[in-house]
């Protein structure tokens, strides 16, 4: 398995370009999430789902889109980036088990940042 | 609001000694990770504690949650330089896979 992968690794955006993160997992992992992590914070949740069709905001949803078409795929857009976008991005896939111990997998992040 | 609040921010190591983590959270909680994170790297699962009184260790590294008190800790025995990075603590209360981090620890274990 290639576990959670995520393109491109580095992208450097102009403020008002649109762009489009690639995130993928073969797990068969129902959930899945995406994060920003920004110097000194921990990562913050931006949109998350819980299968094909379904996706909702988490905490910081602002100037993001997501759509989750199949169950491998969550792609997460940015509609017209600004310099408060410069972060780096994971994406994660939970794994639900029957113990209740769900671990996340995360991808190896994308480095964005906006001039 | 939930939070998740780890303290120290910051921790410096010295070979050999034995350091405690702390994280605190403001509301219940299915379960509580703990990650390590190295620079420029992605974060590494090391626990994952469900029920109150919960212990799980790993070599140098052990973990506890106490979900009367909302707290976690994450013991660090003998620290060596390996350890050096940073921890976080995060919380799933909605089991749903939507995580409420901790801002982290930096550890640097120094000689």
């Known amino acids: 398995n290639a576990g959670v992968t995520q393109t491109p690794k580095f992208q450097v955006l102009k403020t008002g370009q649109s762009m489009t993160l690639q995130c993928a997992q073969d797990?068969?992992?129902?959930?899945m999430s995406w994060y920003r992590q920004d110097p000194g914070m921990g990562l913050r949740l931006i949109h998350y789902?819980?299968?094909?069709?379904?996706?909702d905001q988490g905490e910081v949803p602002n100037g993001y889109n997501v759509s989750r078409s199949t169950t491998e795929d969550f792609p997460l857009r940015l509609l017209s980036a600004a310099p408060s976008q410069t972060s780096v991005y994971f994406c994660?896939?939970?794994?639900?088990?029957?113990?209740?111990?769900?671990?996340?997998?995360f991808g190896p992040g994308t480095r964005l940042t906006v001039l | 609001e939930l939070k998740v609040e780890q303290n120290p921010l910051f921790l410096s190591m010295q070979e050999g000694k034995n350091y405690t983590i702390y994280c605190n959270y403001s509301t219940t909680s299915d379960r509580l990770y703990w990650y390590r994170q190295d620079p420029g790297k992605s974060l590494e699962s090391l626990f994952v504690?469900?029920?109150?009184?919960a212990v799980k260790q790993e070599g140098r590294l052990m973990a506890s949650l106490d979900t009367k008190a909302r707290l976690s800790t994450l013991h660090i025995t003998a620290a060596v330089h390996d350890l050096s990075a940073t921890y976080f603590c995060a919380v799933d209360p909605d089991s749903w896979g939507k995580l409420q981090f901790g801002a982290g620890t930096q550890v640097v274990v120094t000689p």
């Open positions: 994660a896939s939970t794994q639900i088990s029957g113990t209740g111990e769900h671990e996340q997998f």
């Open positions: 504690l469900l029920s109150n009184g």
């Open positions: 789902s819980v299968g094909a069709g379904i996706t």
């Open positions: 797990m068969n992992h129902e959930y």
